[in-house]
């Protein structure tokens, strides 16, 4: 695990002087967003839970959750239209207590995009140049700047309600960005927009985001859309980050059950410790039919329950036994979906726990083709799976 | 305005179909819903307005009812007389009083509107601000005095506001004042008479607009750096403007010609058209000139509400 939440990033052993690697991987970089035990309470209910999170420069930090993970709260902390019941936020060293929304150094994009229905395109723009007491002749020009880079110079005076869904979100996302926060927070962006358009809006975003160089701060229940979009990913659950780590980790080395099964799918075998070395661990699964092997040590109580997570395109999957010693287990095809690009095998072993694997369609006509009912072979390698203690 | 768009569905679908019989192509079901109303206008409103027309154009006589004719005949010297008598109008223009009297109650109106529009303006904003479960009994709260008399609510404020009512003995009592203020038969008991009379007017179009608006708009004015004052006006007014529009006509319309409430409340000297309307009626018998001012009352009240009802209209079809 390359990290994990909560870890004091100045509290490293040696500075590292390697500027190459990202900011939050350097020790003594000055956080510019800081999040320091942060709660909040609505009566009984605890919607954010002693939240400690920094964020650095030019990050595109995703806050990835269910509904009522707190992650929607926390983003209105940091806009300042909810005070935390105890905690500091600081941007940029300075502590946001008592600051009111219309004095902070950040804007944000809303779920509901919230353009005001009665002024024009450009006007919607305008809006927060004006009350800054901007030039009206540099108003005009920022706005026009603005409308061009989100392609939308041609329809500056149309109103809200004659734009397009996508139209609106850029809209949104200028009138957002033209005051040119320190932070930008952007309150789920996609998800009012369909599939495709989804996909080209998230390059954009990277794209507007490098070249403006603004931190950004999404809040997504969406997993694909933080994936893509995230240099870092912090996954919420019950008002507390359980996870805080790289698109790429998040995925690979989950650090617990919730965060492997949130984040694409998964396998998960119930098991018991029997071997725990430095360098491997070799698990007793009753679910797995036999031994499983993975290599990397854990520090757990001898005899501890633990999971071992299985990515389904990980798993291989054939009628021969490919004559490997660890992690190979025998089982029933049950179902099959081929999907195009893919397969999605269901797999019942004899334990009668159920796997899924999935194949990518390498050749058009495979050789071996699988059937319901078959007898098939399921193996990994021994750096595939994760051992999950929580 | 629904008479239009009636006649232009009838029109639009009338060409489509224009191959079927003409009667089958007719929506009766909307036709009815639609002659309905119409009917009861013609018949209480059109109707009536014509007669009162009329009378506005002949002479006050000594008769029953007590006015001529403007039309006379004889059939055996076979004439027929038709007599416009256009001096109540004429005379409308000459005497000043009647000038005074409209612009007088257009000012009052005005004044009282504004007060209205001020008073209730919080009072629209909380009820749609509070929870769903609050907002049913709060509007029942403002519809309450309606279960009482109009007449009977400003015999009370008399009551109130009389040298020795309940306002003045209250002051008098904690020493704020030392003499009895004159309340009753000012301009300033009829301004609180009509607030408090078409509160209820005002509050449910406004009501009824500010529920609609989405509060993230103000978050959003607060996140670009609108302090809550001018998000005020820059927002919540102009997404309110729809029911501060209607709320106002509702107001403004019957306070102009309002009767009652000057009558009782107001002075000698407070001159409103409903009550030079009602003193020409009753006290001089003179229906023509009494028709003749209910008449241009009604044209200076229709005109305005025409032309933003026009504009209005223009500026939702773009």
């Known amino acids: 695990m390359t990290s994990s939440p909560m870890i004091n990033q100045q509290d490293g052993a040696e500075p590292v002087a390697n500027t190459s690697l990202p900011l939050w991987k350097q020790d003594g970089a000055e956080p510019f967003l800081r999040i320091e035990n942060v709660t909040k309470k609505f009566g009984e209910f605890t919607a954010v839970d002693n939240i400690s999170l920094d964020i650095y420069k030019n990050e595109l930090f995703c806050l990835l959750g269910g509904s009522g993970s707190g992650k929607s709260t926390l983003l209105r902390m940091l806009a300042g239209f909810e005070a935390p019941t105890s905690g500091r936020i600081l941007i940029d060293g300075v502590d946001m207590a008592g600051i009111q929304p219309w004095k ?85 962006p996609l998800g009012a ?46 008002g507390v980050i359980v996870q805080t780590a790289e698109p790429h980790d998040v995925y690979e080395y989950p650090n617990s059950r919730f965060v492997a099964e949130f984040i694409g799918s998964v396998n998960l075998f119930e098991g018991k410790v029997v071997e725990d070395e430095p360098d491997f661990v070799r698990i007793k699964s009753k679910e797995a039919g036999g031994h499983l092997y993975v290599n990397h040590g854990i520090s757990c109580a001898p005899n501890q329950k633990v999971h071992v997570a299985l990515r389904p395109e990980k798993i291989r999957i054939g009628k021969t036994n490919p004559g490997q010693k660890e992690n190979c287990i025998k089982g029933i095809v049950e179902e099959i979906a081929y999907m195009g690009s893919l397969s999605v095998f269901r797999v019942r ?42 | 305005m629904s008479i239009q768009t009636g006649s232009a569905w009838v ?41 009162v027309f009329k009378i506005s154009l002949s002479e006050t006589a000594i008769a029953v009812p007590p006015y001529t004719s403007l039309l006379e005949w004889d059939l055996e010297e076979a004439y027929v007389n038709l007599k416009i008598n256009l001096g109540n109008y004429l005379f409308l223009f000459e005497d000043t009083f009647y000038l005074d009297a409209y612009l007088s109650s257009v000012k009052i109106a005005s004044i009282s509107t504004f007060l209205t529009l001020i008073v209730a303006f919080p009072i629209a904003y909380l009820i749609a601000r509070s929870s769903p479960s609050r907002r049913a009994l709060l509007l029942s709260l403002v519809i309450l005095p309606f279960w009482t008399s109009f007449l009977l609510r400003v015999y009370a404020w008399m009551g109130f506001l009389k040298k020795n009512g309940l306002v003045n003995e209250t002051l008098l009592g904690l020493g704020i004042i030392d003499q009895p203020l004159t309340m009753l038969q000012t301009d300033f008991a009829v301004y609180i008479g009509i607030v408090y009379t078409y509160l209820p007017f005002m509050v449910l179009p406004l009501y009824s607009a500010l529920e609609k608006m989405d509060m ?74 009494a028709s003749a001012v209910a008449i241009v009352m009604l044209i200076v009240l229709v005109l305005p509400i025409m032309l933003i009802r026009n504009s209005q209209g223009k500026e939702e079809a773009v």
């Open chain 1, 104 to 188: 902070r150094p950040v804007n944000m994009m809303f779920q509901s995009y919230a353009l005001f229905p009665h002024l024009s395109v450009e006007e919607n723009v305008a809006f927060g140049l004006k009350r800054e007491g901007v030039a009206r002749s540099e108003v005009k020009q920022r706005v026009a700047q603005m409308l061009d880079m989100v392609q939308l110079g041609h329809l500056g005076k149309r109103k809200p309600h004659q734009l397009s869904g996508g139209q609106r979100q850029r809209v949104a996302l200028a009138r957002s960005l033209v005051k040119r926060p320190k932070l930008l927070l952007l309150d789920e």
């Open chain 1, 193 to 238: 927009l369909d599939k495709k358009l989804r996909e080209e809006t998230q390059f954009e975003l990277i794209n507007i985001q490098e070249e403006l160089g603004v931190t950004f701060v999404v809040v997504t229940h969406d997993q694909e859309e933080a994936m893509t979009l995230a240099t870092r990913i912090g996954v919420m659950n019950h």
């Open chain 1, 349 to 390: 072993l004899e334990s009668g726990k159920e796997v899924r694997v999935t194949q990518p369609n390498f050749a058009r006509d495979m050789g071996e083709r699988l059937t319901w009912n078959d007898e098939v072979f399921l193996s990994w390698d021994v750096d595939s799976s994760v051992v999950l203690t929580a």
């Open chain 2, 11 to 51: 029109d639009g679908s009338g060409s489509r179909l224009a191959k079927y019989n003409f009667l089958r192509s007719i929506n009766w079901g909307r036709f009815a819903v639609l002659a309905v109303p119409s009917v009861w206008l013609a018949i209480f409103f059109f109707i009536p307005f014509l007669v």
């Open chain 2, 216 to 289: 993230t708009l103000l978050e959003a004015a607060e996140d670009l750096g609108a302090k809550p004052a001018i998000s005020f006006f820059l927002i919540t007014v102009p997404m309110a403007l729809p029911g501060i529009i209607a709320g106002c006509l509702l107001v403004f319309i019957p306070a102009v010609g309002e009767f009652v409430i000057p009558a009782l409340l107001g002075g000698s000297d407070t001159l409103m058209i409903g009550r030079v309307l009602w003193d020409e009626f009753f006290l001089n018998r003179d229906w023509p000139m």
